[in-house]
């Protein structure tokens, strides 16, 4: 097992120590607390020097500290603020609007600073703006003639929407296309297919959260039918398409040994997604999406080494 690997299984772990504890305190057990305070920070010490426990630990994590420290950029804070907001969602259910649009604004604004630190801003706008409007564009066609993607309603989505699609989905559209174009090394038809194994996680989701509802007489998965994910092949193959002319130094090296990029959404959302499924009693559908990612993970790096 790579140190990378191993640290990365250590910190997933201790993270679900504190989702577990987050479910104790929504039992009334007030060790949920305490699993909580410890787990998190641990998720952290885990992640930077987990693959020397037993070793050089100390010297490890402070080092290792330092340069994380140093590396830090605007867009590396955004992507924390991210993840800090999903964390309270398990502790404040109803509060998932709130949190669930924050956090994807969080998530947006880091792949746009992280674009604009690499590609300069001119660039960095332009694919925001192109995916934000192609995503806004094709999800007011899908909720009004059933095209690309099925038969289904926003009636039910809780706002701010624009033009009846909730502000949320146009800004996903960007962040998902950017992290899986890095995440395939510039693929775009492989990016296509990591978005449409991350939706394979966001239907029985964000279809229990009432943020719209199917009604497409082929239901296959959560209420989509198979044109649904079809549909978020192709989308999600023609933004990252764009994202190729537009940036193509952009995805050159990105997933290199030792460079950090917005890529590590893709892996953080393999860890929430299915955890917000089982906080909304979806266990079936948190396994598959787990397994769907981190098939798609895997695949991604199989490709890029293949190359």
């Known amino acids: 097992m790579s140190p990378t690997l191993r640290r990365s299984l250590l910190a997933f772990a201790a993270l679900g120590v504190a989702f577990l504890g987050a479910l104790l305190v929504l039992r009334g057990a007030e060790v949920g607390w305490a699993l909580i305070a410890v787990a998190l920070p641990a998720s952290l010490v885990l992640a930077l020097a987990g693959d020397a426990l037993g070793g050089d630990f100390a010297v490890t994590l402070r080092t290792r500290w330092a340069t994380f420290a140093g590396q830090m950029r605007p867009w590396t804070w955004l992507l924390a603020l991210y993840v800090a907001l999903k964390i309270p969602v398990p502790l404040w259910p109803d509060g998932f609007p709130v949190l669930g649009l924050a956090s994807t604004a969080a998530l947006f604004l880091s792949a746009l600073a992280f674009a604009w630190e690499r590609v300069g801003a001119r660039k960095a706008l332009l694919m925001a703006a192109l995916a934000f409007g192609a995503g806004l564009g094709v999800e007011m066609l899908g909720n009004r003639t059933g095209f690309p993607f099925g038969i289904y309603s926003y009636a039910t989505a809780p706002g701010p929407r624009v033009f009846e699609v909730p502000l949320l989905v146009p800004l996903g559209w960007f962040a998902f296309s950017l992290a899986g174009m890095l995440l395939s090394g510039g693929r775009a038809w492989l990016a296509g297919l990591l978005m449409m194994l991350w939706d394979v996680g966001l239907e029985p989701l964000l279809t229990a959260e009432r943020y719209w509802l199917w009604s497409d007489p082929n239901p296959l998965w959560a209420g989509a039918p198979l044109q649904n994910f079809l549909g978020w092949w192709a989308v999600g193959s023609l933004i990252g398409w764009a994202f190729g002319r ?26 929430f997604l299915p955890g917000g499924l089982i906080l909304v009693g979806r266990p079936l559908e948190a396994g598959v999406t787990l397994i769907a990612m981190l098939g798609g993970g895997l695949l991604a790096r199989a490709v890029r080494r293949a190359a």
């Open 246 to 271: 537009i940036a193509p130094e952009l995805f050159r090296g990105a997933t290199e040994k030792g460079r950090v990029s917005f890529s590590l959404a893709y892996p953080i959302e393999t860890f």
